[in-house]
């Protein structure tokens, strides 16, 4: 059993190709990125007291609204 099994020679191993990130990957991360960042955003404007809030133009439950969507939004 032993004998039939053949080992290629050195010569004929192919070598490993590189491997390659996903043409996707840096639209990805980026997207990833932009969400964190709304989502630290929205939580800003939870803890800013309601004097902060009139001086942008918001009230509590605005705030409110726009902290309580999904972080994809």
Same mark, same amino acid.
């Given at each position: ?16 190709? /590189?491997? $390659? ?8 991360? @980026? ?6 960042? !709304? #989502? /630290?955003? $929205? ?8 004097? @902060? ?6 009230? !509590? #439950? ?12």
């Amino acid at each position: 059993m032993l004998n039939s099994i053949r080992i290629a020679p050195a010569s004929r191993v192919t070598s490993p190709t /590189r491997w $390659r990130l996903p043409a996707w990957l840096p639209q990805y991360f @980026e997207a990833m990125r932009r969400m964190e960042d !709304r #989502q /630290r955003q $929205r939580q800003a404007l939870l803890e800013l007291d309601d004097d @902060e809030l009139t001086d942008i133009g918001r009230s !509590r #439950q605005e705030a409110f609204d726009e902290a309580s969507k999904p972080f994809w939004r």
